[in-house]
């Protein structure tokens, strides 16, 4: 019987994992090989090799209504999208508050986990770690892999013929902090992401010039929708990229846009189009990144052509026990801290033989359709993403979490009206079944509330909040008044 288990990592996968664990009445210790919680989120002026890294600037590009811990709102008076620095603050303060830091191993560096001799048996692993240059290995009944897919960068070099000769200066997004150091520079940005056209964006306001090559383009768009509200709050998808300066720094010449780079000279880059880029002084890769885990073994985790292959992007579906999971890789086009709060509930109910997987070729067969699905939605370089709703109602089903709005209609009809017509927020996941939290209701009926906090800054008449029923009931109607039109005239 699973008892003990191992949390690599105490970013907002690892601090959803502890809490989890206590929740099911397990054991849980993380280890942390830094001083801090946060994981992605914890700011370094210089980045490490092993860990995840930011520039200084970044802000979020979910709300602060979608990206909450389902039980834990962010106060009223945070901005709907945050620096950084905020989300850091917050992330301390709910370890603090859910009394987690108490669980966590600081400074200590995961080296191995392997099976146990007797895996087979008891389905153990064997945690080999290391702090103050002096190792220890402890066993555990289960592990927790919460360490992130932003750790090592992909640094496509071989697709560049000529970068071997470049005589300038070449990184990747990981390593960049901040402008200052490419004042008066000329640089190229390979990659229209949200990193790409976050550091392009920055980088206009100071260099001589900026230009982004990208390999296919990309939807642009802003933070703000419809009345000045949050973008994820009024719309049930998440496009790729959401920049609001971009376009406005493309209109007036201080960002470029060129297609891919067919090669590099000493000095310059010509494109695909033909045009050349002279003199340039740094290239920066904003190329995302290449998901690793090397203290554990490749054949855990990957099976065909190398890729990592996980039922429901968790659990490893060729494991005898089914004692080892991922916690946060999977890339959902929604907030990372539901989704991982989420995951960790099903994660530790499978370890309490709470819930039952099935069987290795059912795990198989809904992998391979999955992999069939991502493939034709979202291409070969995004296969671990995933449609947020739709992969929150899965999980929220296989523990009993997922809304029954049928029940709240006959039971709590303002509330089914805000769930089933409002923004898929965490709470709801919350709402009902096994770790509910009773103030869910309350959080879901003054989510509105806390996104206008911060904007009212100045006494005025009271703001009118989106009606997503009679939008519904608008876009409906529409047809029908273009069927009466036909009729009218036929």
């Not at 603050?89 to 400074?107: D, V």
């Not at 990184?171 to 402008?179: F, I």
């Not at 990208?214 to 000045?228: E, I, K």
């Not at 709060?341 to 070729?361: G, H, Y």
Request: net charge neutral; hydrophobic share 40%.
């Amino acid at each position: 019987m699973v008892k003990r288990v191992a949390i690599i990592g105490a970013g907002i996968s690892g601090l959803a994992s502890i809490r989890c664990c206590l929740e099911e009445g397990l054991e849980p210790t993380c280890f942390e090989r830094s001083n801090e919680v946060g994981g992605l989120w914890e700011f370094s002026d210089h980045s490490e090799e092993g860990r995840a890294s930011i520039y200084k600037s970044v802000f979020t590009n979910s709300s602060k209504e979608m990206m909450c811990f389902p039980d834990f709102p962010y106060p009223d008076n945070y901005p709907n999208y945050m620096h950084q620095s905020k989300v850091q603050e917050y992330i301390k303060t709910f370890a603090q508050k859910k009394n987690l830091l108490r669980y966590i191993q600081f400074e200590t560096l995961v080296t191995r986990i392997k099976k146990c001799p007797n895996f087979l048996i008891t389905g153990q692993w064997e945690i080999v770690s290391e702090k103050d240059e002096k190792q220890e290995s402890t066993i555990f009944d289960a592990v927790m892999i919460c360490s992130g897919h932003h750790v090592y960068p992909n640094l496509p070099t071989d697709s560049f013929p000529g970068l071997d000769r470049f005589q300038g200066h070449y990184l990747h997004s990981r390593d960049y902090k901040g402008p200052e150091v490419y004042k008066g520079k000329r640089v190229l940005v390979i990659g229209l992401g949200n990193s790409g056209c976050d550091i392009a964006v920055e980088l206009s306001r100071l260099v001589t010039q900026v230009i982004i090559s990208t390999r296919s383009g990309s939807w642009v768009m802003s933070r703000v929708w419809d009345d000045g509200y949050p973008w994820d709050m009024l719309t049930l998808r998440k496009e790729p990229v959401f920049n609001d300066e971009l376009p406005s720094r493309i209109l007036c010449g201080a960002v470029s846009i060129k297609p891919s780079v067919k090669e590099f000279t000493e000095t310059s880059a010509t494109f695909e189009d033909g045009t050349v880029f002279e003199a340039i002084d740094y290239v920066i890769f904003a190329t995302g990144y290449s998901y690793a885990y090397p203290f554990l073994d490749d054949s855990i985790i990957k099976s065909r052509n190398n890729e990592v292959t996980l039922f429901k992007g968790i659990f490893p579906p060729f494991l005898e026990k089914q004692t080892l999971a991922v916690i946060g890789l999977v890339q959902s086009l929604g907030a990372a801290i539901p989704t991982a709060d989420l995951q960790a509930r099903w994660v530790v109910k499978v370890f309490a033989n709470s819930c039952i997987l099935p069987t290795t070729n059912e795990m198989i067969d809904d992998i391979e359709e999955k992999m069939g699905k991502k493939l034709k939605w979202f291409g070969q370089s995004q296969t671990l993403q995933t449609d947020y709703i739709t992969y929150m109602d899965e999980l929220g089903s296989f523990i009993g979490a997922k809304p029954n709005i049928p029940w709240l209609f006959l039971t709590d009809p303002q509330l089914a009206l805000e769930v089933y017509f409002g923004p898929c927020s965490p709470y709801q996941f919350r709402l009902m079944g096994p770790g509910k939290w009773d103030g869910a209701r309350n959080a879901i009926l003054t989510q509105w509330d806390r996104t206008l906090k911060p904007t009212r800054t100045r006494a005025v008449s009271e703001a009118k909040r989106p009606q997503p029923f009679y939008n519904l009931l608008k876009i409906l109607l529409f047809p029908v008044l273009l069927l009466a039109v036909l009729l009218a005239f036929y």
